[in-house]
């Protein structure tokens, strides 16, 4: 069954469109103000980060981000129940830890997702060998499990990945945690052209997408991008308050504009 993730992506891949997910850290300051800013500036859908003490893939302005939320008392409840009672108005997704999840109990998290609204889960640190429970769970519950493909697995594993992928594909652009770089990494564009060869699943290239322009390049293969490091670090920037929306706003609008004039 195809979920309200991947229906939306399609939508905009079909269109003719490219896809932009902005991932935003939840419990950071107004934070659900952010995700709707997000949506309504042309995101086709938003990731919310559900902060960990140990985030492995997470580079500095992100694990900054989780750092201020949970002082601030960010835990995985109240941040699902409040993205639940949040209007949206674009499917959303969640990217979190095993540890947290496994914490909770996997068919637990999972359904409270489903019953939160929330269309999918990114878990990077749950190897495709090890994703067994988790994907049971969340399939049974409805709940979209977007995998990760890194750039050095070989054919045959990303076979075995984009079987199990739910949603989109996440193409991680190069080796390394999250982050802001000058420049597109060359191994964006070929995990994107290996993953589209296999699949029909939409593939979004994240991790060192930094600007508009790295975005259009890397669509010249890929279905679209996810853009987190940039969009936080100007919410961190802006003091994380009401003010942030608005820099959210602009950035995701800039990402937008330049994607849809290719």
Known sequence: MVGPLE?????RRDAGGKCLVPYLTG????WVTHVQAAAAAGADAVEVGIPFSDPVMD????QEASELALRAGANPPDLIDELG???VGVPTAVMTYANLVDRAGWTRFASSLAAAGVAGAILPDIPLEETGPWCEAADGAGVETVLLAAPTAPDERLERIVARSRGFVYAVGLLGVTGERST??????VIARRLKEVTDLPVLVGVGIST???AVE?????????VGSAVVRRVLSAGAGAAAAEVVADLVGSFRSALDAG
């Open 7 to 11: 229906t939306a992506l399609r939508a």
């Open 27 to 30: 419990g950071l300051g107004e």
């Open 59 to 62: 580079g500095p302005v992100i």
């Open 85 to 87: 009672r949040t209007e």
């Open 184 to 189: 597109l990494a060359d191994s964006a564009v």
């Open 212 to 214: 508009p322009e790295q």
């Open 218 to 226: 890397v669509c010249g293969v890929a279905d679209g991008v996810v």
